[in-house]
């Protein structure tokens, strides 16, 4: 009997007593977790298949289950963890790379839990958002440098392309095939009834979804799945990606298996065929290529979509953004190294790419030095969590963020960090049509509205407790930020005093 390294890393625990056979559990586990013996009239559960998507759990009429960490240990070793032990099983059996799916879970510092908010006290006092109007609309996109006026001195309009938010936050770029038609169905509605923008992502625009198209961000990705004219007419912004948060320097692979029926038709490309992204964009391999690209979407579009240039944050994330800023693109999306993502390779997504907190406090900061801030917009995502992460992001000068992750948890997603396998439970990464109907999108879009509503009077009270009444006034004012417990090197990144001084 060959041995078996793969030891379960949950336990499904039923209680007897309250379990009814009902089968509820076996019928909504797509991992094949549950079953029925009918000689004993019990339920078994093979615990090896659990990935602790809770599914079951939330389901169980009579609340017999709970999934636990398994207490099985290896020999204590603080340098070869466990995690790491049966990574190395896996792969001497597999001789593949790992891959995992979500953002990176490690315990690297979360700079927006070491940052503290400012409120007033005696002097500038502070101004109660339910008496008082506070302004959340934000504009994305080259500001004007001059006020031009025509000869009869009536003002000329010379602002280049923008978009407009309701609230300082748009739904990131998930592509159709990586999560499901309802999954998008809801992002696309509730975007809609916000007065926001949800994003294609690199998969193209499903036909159904075109009358969306004043809420939507068309992405350009690398493997150009999708993009034709039409598809960039119908978006109210262009996305370029040139990197994401949860992979910096790879492409994409989705495998054939998911490309069928309307995946394939939006992607434009053969059933069955691997989607492959390449690493780099073919055509671009200087800031001077890309800003060909930014220009012919410009053409293509009559000029009259702002273009936006998607990066991940890396090491030289500020001179990178200062290139973006100066080829023509009207907005620059940062991704930190906690975004999320349908598929990456596990050691891709925890080790490379750096905190988008620093990336945001350097890029904003040498492109003022620079003198070329009014150029761009900056939007930051890769781990929003909150609506005071969003204030801090602004306080550090974000003009919005981008959110998915958190998108996803209030659509049902319970970061079992399972996208991968394509058998969501919660209807969200999967096309399987039977797990997809899980997603009731008139119940999700609701769902992510009540989300958005709820940041959006937080971040109201934030700043009336600030004095402040507009996100325009908070964006890159640091005073109302201080530092707990970080070095004077992340201090002086960040640009903030520490608690106290
Ligand atoms: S769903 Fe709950 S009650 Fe039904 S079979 Fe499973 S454990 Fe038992
Ligand atoms: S989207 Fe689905 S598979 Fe992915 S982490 Fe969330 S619950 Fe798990």
């Excluded at 977790?33 to 615990?47: E, P």
């Excluded at 070329?372 to 969003?390: E, H, L, M, Q, T």
């Amino acid at each position: 009997m060959p041995v078996n390294y793969f030891y379960p890393d949950y336990e499904v625990v039923r209680d007897r007593d309250k379990c009814i056979q009902c089968r509820v559990c076996e019928r909504q586990c797509a991992n094949e977790v549950h079953s029925y013996d009918k000689d004993r009239n019990l339920m078994l559960a093979d615990s090896s298949k659990c990935v602790d998507c809770q599914r079951c759990v939330s389901l169980c009429p009579t609340g017999a289950l709970k999934i636990v960490k398994s207490d099985n240990t290896f020999k204590e070793n603080s340098n070869w963890s466990g995690t790491i032990i049966k990574e190395l099983y896996r792969q001497a059996e597999s001789g593949g790379v790992l891959l995992s799916s979500m953002g990176n879970p490690l315990p690297f510092p979360v700079y927006w839990d070491k940052m503290l908010i400012n409120a007033s006290q005696v002097t500038n006092p502070s101004i109660d958002p339910l008496r008082e109007p506070m302004e959340t609309k934000v504009y994305l996109g080259k500001k004007s440098s001059e006020i031009q006026r025509d000869k009869n001195g009536n003002l000329v309009n010379n602002l280049s392309p923008y978009l407009t938010l309701s609230v300082p936050i748009m739904f990131s770029a998930m592509s159709y095939g990586s999560i499901s038609y309802n999954a998008h169905e809801s992002l696309a509605r509730a975007a809609t009834a916000l007065g926001i923008y949800y994003n294609t992502g690199e998969g193209g625009l499903h036909e159904d979804f075109y009358k969306y198209g004043k809420n939507t961000i068309v992405q350009v990705a690398s493997g150009r799945f999708g993009v034709y004219k039409d598809y960039l007419e119908a978006g109210a912004a262009i996305e370029i990606k040139m990197g994401q948060g949860a992979k910096p320097g790879i492409g994409g692979h989705l495998p054939g298996e998911k490309i069928v029926g309307d995946v394939s038709r939006t992607r434009m490309i053969p059933e069955g065929s691997d989607a492959i992204s390449p690493a780099p964009h073919h055509d671009i391999y200087s800031i001077e290529d890309l800003r060909q690209l930014v220009d012919s979407l410009k053409e293509a579009t009559d000029y009259k979509k702002p273009v936006i240039v998607k990066i991940a944050a890396v090491h030289n994330v500020a001179a990178i953004a200062s290139g973006i800023a100066r080829s023509g693109a009207d907005i620059i999306a940062i991704d930190g190294f906690r975004g999320g993502t349908g598929a990456a390779p596990t050691r891709i997504r925890d080790n490379v790419g750096i905190p988008i907190e620093l990336a945001l406090a350097s890029v904003d900061e040498r492109l003022r030095q620079e003198g070329i801030r009014d150029n761009v917009s900056i939007v930051v995502g890769g781990s929003i969590r909150s609506s005071s992460d969003i204030i801090k992001a602004v306080a550090l000068g974000a003009d919005a963020v981008y959110i998915a992750t958190a998108a996803l948890l209030a659509l049902g997603c319970h970061l079992c960090r399972s996208c991968q396998t394509g058998k969501c439970n919660w209807g969200i990464a999967t096309q399987k049509p039977e797990l997809v109907k899980r997603l009731n999108p008139n119940v999700g879009y609701k769902r992510l509205i009540n989300l958005i509503t709820a940041w959006d009077h937080e971040i109201k009270e934030m700043m009336g407790g600030m004095g402040i009444n507009s996100i325009e006034a908070l964006k890159g004012n640091r005073l109302m930020l201080r530092g707990v417990g970080l070095t004077e090197k992340e201090l002086e990144i960040l640009g903030i005093k520490h608690a106290g001084e």
